[in-house]
T-cell receptor, first 112, second 111 residues
Framework: ETGVTQSPTHLIKTRGQQVTLRCSSQ?????VSWYQQALGQGPQFIFQ???????GRGNFPPRFSGLQFPNYSSELNVNALELDDSALYLC???????????FGPGTRLTVT | KQEVTQIPAALSVPEGENLVLNCSFT??????LQWFRQDPGKGLTSLLL?????REQTSGRLNASLDKSSGRSTLYIAASQPGDSATYLC??????????FGTGTRLTVIP
């Protein structure tokens, strides 16, 4: 059974650019949640997708957007990057909207 | 708004010692509580999950308890080993399908 995978591992972008991060959910899981973890902090919830629909959103601006595909993989898009967007972005999948979440290794985004 | 606090922020113990990590949360309306381990620069590894109706869960040398009414959880690690050195995070799942995390306890086990 393949776990949650994320790509790329690391990414460096310039302020104002746009970025897309990708996540493949664990087999049999239909829910994907995205989190942002700044250095020295706990992860913060960005949003969740359940069966291709957004199913909850944290306190992040609209320039953070996402998609979930029919195979339940997901993308996180961030427009107009700011320096404070530098963080570890974590994706987690689960077999239902309210269930144990299994995390991927994360994507480290650096905005310069 | 749910707030999760973990005490202490950092802990250093000699190998073999038993230790307790604490987690508190402000809103008892939770579905479950998870304890995670995070190695530097890495993702999260789930250690234990306690459903809101449960009082404790055990896995090997780890035991986690949950007192939902008082908003507290503890993670007990028995006979600590250098390989246990990591940051330990607790998180509660709310009705908004949102995991609220604490800022973690950074554990160092000295050989």
């Amino acid at each position: 059974e393949t776990g949650v995978t994320q790509s790329p591992t690391h990414l460096i972008k310039t302020r104002g650019q746009q970025v897309t991060l990708r996540c493949s959910s664990q087999s049999g899981h239909n829910t994907v949640s995205w989190y942002q973890q700044a250095l020295g902090q706990g992860p913060q919830f960005i949003f969740q997708y359940y069966r291709e629909e957004e199913n909850g959103r944290g306190n992040f601006p609209p320039r953070f957007s996402g998609l979930q595909f029919p195979n339940y993989s997901s993308e996180l898009n961030v427009n107009a990057l700011e320096l404070d967007d530098s963080a570890l972005y974590l994706c987690a999948s689960s077999p239902a909207a309210v269930a144990e979440q299994y995390f991927g290794p994360g994507t480290r985004l650096t905005v310069t | 708004k749910q707030e999760v606090t973990q005490i202490p922020a950092a802990l250093s113990v000699p190998e073999g010692e038993n230790l307790v990590l604490n987690c508190s949360f402000t809103d008892s309306a939770i579905y479950n509580l998870q304890w995670f381990r995070q190695d530097p620069g890495k993702g999260l590894t789930s250690l234990l999950l306690i459903q809101s109706s449960q009082r404790e869960q055990t896995s090997g040398r780890l035991n986690a308890s949950l007192d939902k009414s008082s908003g507290r959880s503890t993670l007990y690690i028995a006979a600590s080993q250098p390989g246990d050195s990591a940051t330990y995070l607790c998180a509660v799942l709310t009705g908004a399908n949102n995991l609220f995390f604490g800022t973690g306890t950074r554990l160092t086990v000295i050989p």
